[in-house]
């Protein structure tokens, strides 16, 4: 079944445009990953907070994603990695065109 990551963790920067030029090779990494289907990329300047909500084929690839992305962050000095899972209801969310 579909499943839907959410991950954020306190993050000091870069934002925006920044941000997008620092981390082009890893959202193009991304998508290489086993059972990656989509990532919006979150993030807020004021609440000095960065993550994403990821689309997986299972929640076996999301879980094994999160396990190794939670170990790049913390190279880069990111202590704590708060993340959620859920179960996607299809039906319902082509209707809204989430799928």
């Known amino acids: 079944?579909?499943?839907?990551?959410?991950?954020?963790?306190?993050f000091e920067g870069p934002f925006g445009k920044e941000m997008a030029e620092?981390?082009?090779g890893l959202a193009e990494s991304i998508n290489?990953?086993?059972?990656f289907i989509s990532k919006i990329w979150?993030?807020?300047?004021e609440q000095k907070e960065a993550g994403g909500i990821y689309l997986f084929e299972d929640q076996a690839s999301a879980k094994a994603y999160l396990e190794m992305h939670s170990a790049r962050l913390k190279q880069f000095g990111v202590e704590q990695v708060h993340a959620k899972f859920f179960?996607?209801?299809?039906a319902l969310s082509k209707i809204n065109h989430g799928l």
Request: proline letters at 4%; glycine letters at 4%; aromatic letters at 4%.
């Open 42 to 45: 979150t993030e807020s300047q």
């Open 87 to 90: 179960e996607v209801n299809e």
């Open 22 to 24: 620092a981390l082009q």
């Open 1 to 10: 079944m579909t499943t839907l990551l959410q991950v954020h963790f306190a």
């Open 32 to 35: 290489q990953e086993p059972g």
